[in-house]
């Protein structure tokens, strides 16, 4: 099997894949895993606490943190951390159904992953979503926040807590893949350009591959983007603790001593780290050190998952760092199996 593009999604899709048995051969134009989209990204991982999953994301949604647990037993140099996050509203909207307004925008903070919408994240009651045996998410009051963010200058009076969320370094994840799909005889072709598809070979500016599918994972090649700003800032190690998603930024430690931020296109990213250093202490000397654009798939009814009408197999997704795992142990076992995965029933190509 060929798979094209070697982002989170088609890294996930080639190992396992890899895993599974396959004869699998990865290529992508990028000069490592990860160079796309996927290198850009905020990379929070959850399963999606007021979230809104469209269309087939709901199916898959439910298994994200299970599937991410055995990826990450399964090849232990994924750089993923558990630290949980916090999330709250804006003390302007003490009514906490912000998500009534209805002009609220479908994509207006760059991606809390598991909250396209993420101003609805701390707005929904836990036992809307869940029952009171999961632990998942559920409000906490100022003390705790504060022991969660000790360097918290205005400490919310509550604010959701998701104990079980993480966050990768999601090029690092892309990377540690391949060398893993590698080792079980994947055939990596990078700086490879595919410049023509069907649905048994793969034109390249190299040469012509065959295989008996092709696996299309080009990321916002295969559907409508979105843009999002990632910030690197540098700053004291251990400053933030959690994922925080607060009204005027959202933060995360990326490793010691570096600061990521996510913010909407057209942000200025000065702006975004001033917002943070006004709310943090010990935050005087934290300042931007780079930031890019990326460029999000979204399709706009959710995953795409399947058989396109040229006979393609297409894997495209929005909070694909969140959903690739449990995307790619299906589209396996259907590719594998040529049973088709009940719970991809949703991701069907094409919407309408
Ligand atoms: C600022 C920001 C924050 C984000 N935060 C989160 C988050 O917190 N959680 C979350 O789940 N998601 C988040 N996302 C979204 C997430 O990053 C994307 O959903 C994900 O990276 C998409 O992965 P992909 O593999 O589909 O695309 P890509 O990473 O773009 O991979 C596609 C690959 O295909 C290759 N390619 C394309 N065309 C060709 C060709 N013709 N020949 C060969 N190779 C080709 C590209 O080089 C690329 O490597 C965020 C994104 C941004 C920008």
Redesign the pocket.
């Known amino acids: 099997m060929i798979v094209?593009?070697?982002?989170?999604?088609?890294a996930c899709v080639a190992y396992q894949l890899a895993h599974d048995g396959a004869a699998v051969t990865l290529?992508?134009?990028?000069p490592a895993p990860?160079?796309?989209?996927?290198g850009?990204?905020?990379?929070?991982i959850g399963d999606g606490i007021g979230g809104h999953w469209p269309g087939g994301a709901a199916d898959l949604r439910p298994h994200i943190l299970a599937d991410y647990r055995r990826l990450a037993a399964d090849v232990p140099a994924i750089p993923i951390r558990w630290c949980g996050s916090l999330s709250w509203p804006p003390a302007s909207l003490p009514d906490e159904r912000r998500d009534d307004r209805p002009d609220a925008p479908p994509n207006d903070r760059?991606?809390?992953?598991p909250n396209e919408q993420p101003d609805q994240r701390p707005n929904e009651q836990p036992d809307q979503r869940q029952d009171e045996s999961d632990p998942g998410y559920h409000w906490v009051g100022a003390r705790e926040i504060a022991a969660l963010e000790p360097n918290l200058r205005d400490v919310p009076a509550r604010a959701m807590h998701s104990p079980t969320d993480g966050t990768v370094d999601?090029a690092g994840m892309s990377a540690a893949l391949v060398e893993a799909a590698e080792r079980r005889g994947t055939r990596v072709h990078l700086e490879?350009?595919?410049t023509a598809t069907t649905a048994r070979t793969v034109t390249t500016d190299r040469g012509r591959l065959e295989a008996d599918v092709v696996v299309l994972?080009?990321?916002?090649?295969l559907t409508e983007m979105s843009p999002?700003?990632?910030i690197r800032a540098s700053a004291p190690p251990g400053l933030v603790r959690t994922i925080v998603s607060a009204p005027d930024f959202e933060v995360r430690e990326g490793r010691p001593g570096e600061l990521l931020f996510?913010a909407e296109a057209g942000q200025d990213p000065e702006a975004v780290v001033a917002r943070f250093r006004a709310a943090w202490a010990g935050a005087e000397q934290v300042r931007v050190l780079s930031w890019a654009v990326?460029s999000?798939?979204m399709p706009p009814r959710g995953p795409i998952i399947g058989y396109a009408a040229d006979g393609t197999y297409t894997a495209?997704?929005?909070?694909?760092?969140?959903?690739a795992p449990t995307a790619a142990r299906l589209i396996a076992q259907e590719l594998l199996t040529g049973n088709p995965a009940p719970e991809l029933a949703d991701c069907r190509h094409p919407h309408d």
């Open positions: 094209v593009g070697a982002g989170i999604v088609g290529l992508d134009r990028g990860g160079a796309g989209v996927t850009s990204s905020f990379a929070w760059p991606d809390a992953p999601a490879t350009t595919a994972a080009t990321g916002a090649a999002a700003v990632l996510a990326g999000r798939p495209v997704m929005h909070s694909a760092v969140c959903l």
